[in-house]
């Protein structure tokens, strides 16, 4: 139940298309839910997050789907460019003080020209 | 941009042989944890810390591991007599509070032979 599953496990997409990484959760307490771009040799960095009060957040050229009925997040990319070629995990964080972060698998993201 | 740096940035020790992580946390980030990352895996929480105690730990956080503050700013993970399969990317993260971002270091690439 503290899973959090990912897919798919790698991605190909073409410069200027649009990359979609998928979320799914089973535990209902999880209330943040974040996603981390890593770059090879490199720790994760926090891309963006969002709560699950709203169904969809922007920032730039990456958003954030939510469907809470379903349990389920999503990553967009739009105009995706080869400097987004990255390892991207979803994450989530309970709602009683837990503070820890539950990653997904992760997806390779590969941007070709 | 504040930073969480971690060192070394490659260890390699002998199986049985304790080991030393070292992390200096974001200046006011009260919130401090280990997560770790066997390669080509996802990222696995192993041990939060607040308030100079650990606030949680995970399966993996055995009787191996310790944490500590020693001396109020580096943050570091002992691992006692590490085994093969300790050998991983040991990644530290701040944070200022619950549910908030929490900053990852670059990590330290563990190597037990």
């Known amino acids: 139940q503290q899973q959090v599953k990912q897919s798919p496990q790698s991605l190909i997409v073409q410069k200027g298309g649009i990359s979609i990484i998928n979320c799914a959760y089973e535990n209902t307490a999880f209330d943040y839910f974040p996603w981390y771009q890593q770059f090879p040799g490199k720790g994760p960095a926090l891309l963006i997050a969002?709560?699950?009060?709203?169904s969809e957040k922007k920032e730039g050229r990456f958003t954030i789907s939510f469907n809470k009925s379903a349990k389920q997040f999503s990553l967009h990319i739009m105009d995706s460019q080869p400097g987004d070629s990255a390892t991207y995990f979803c994450?989530?964080?309970?709602?009683?003080?837990?503070?820890?972060?539950?990653f997904g698998t992760g997806t390779r993201l590969t941007i070709i020209p | 941009e504040p930073e969480v740096t971690q060192t070394p940035s490659h260890q390699v020790t002998q199986m049985g042989q304790e080991v030393i992580l070292r992390c200096v946390p974001i200046?006011?980030?009260?919130?401090f944890y280990w997560y770790r990352q066997i390669l080509g895996q996802k990222v696995e929480f192993l041990v939060s810390f607040y308030n100079n105690e650990i606030s949680e730990k995970s399966e993996i956080f055995d009787d191996q591991f310790s944490v500590e503050r020693p001396d109020g700013s580096n943050f570091t993970l002992k691992i006692r007599s590490t085994k093969l399969e300790d050998s991983a990317m040991y990644f530290c993260a701040t944070s200022t509070g619950r549910n908030t971002e929490a900053f990852f270091g670059q990590g330290t690439r563990l190597t037990v032979v």
């Open positions: 994450a989530a964080i309970t709602n009683f003080g837990n503070e820890k972060l539950t």
């Open positions: 200046s006011n980030h009260l919130y």
């Open positions: 969002i709560r699950p009060d709203v």
